[in-house]
């Protein structure tokens, strides 16, 4: 798959461009390859090609994907990054090493008790609606301080950060707004006390803009993997 690997390489380098123009190390901003729709054989070919972190939206098309690998998986971590329903919560908490779209604390809830003693805490991101936002999903900014802390009392969870989806827009400056807006909202709440790591935005269309403003992991797939086709 000579595309896939020329395009790892070609976000990679995005990647490395826009950390120096931000002049912030490239290794602080790691890529979430969001293999969603497309087959198993991509991601072990983007794993052969070095890709750790892979990410997915949907429950039952990702747990035969993980099925499908599963001899690599020690080698990968799946990533749950989809609106999520609370009936939907406990093969996720029992999959994943990481879900992005934790939008209110019933499912966070759920995602602990669910989650099996004998793995380590989930790793967690609020998904926070800044406003405007496409999908309409996560806390708004308001209650997220309230939200986030209560996450992080959970035993079996882990917050690790923030997470947006920005509608999406036209030119850098105007990207960099709701970047901006997620950026400050995670340093408020380090301020309040959370330890945090993760600010958890950027796609294909925005990487750059979210670098600029501080994100830690880039969600990319149609970069990576080609454009998606939802027709089976
Ligand atoms: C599909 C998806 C992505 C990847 O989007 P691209 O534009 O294809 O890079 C990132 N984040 C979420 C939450 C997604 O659903």
New binding site residues.
Partial sequence: MPDLIHNLEAVQERIAKAAQAAGRDASSVHLLA?S?TFPAEDVRAAHAAGQRAF?E?YVQEAIAKIEALADLRAALDWHF??PLQSNKTRPVAERFDWVHSVDRLKIAQRLSEQRPENLPPLNVCLQVNISGEASKSGASIAEAAQVAHAIAALPKLKLRGLMA?PEPAGGLDEQRVPHRQLRELFERLRGDGLELDTLSMG???DLEAAVLEGATIV?????IFGARDYSH
């Fill in positions: 969001v969603k990410g939206n990054i989809g989806i796609m294909s269309a969600r990319i797939g149609t970069a």
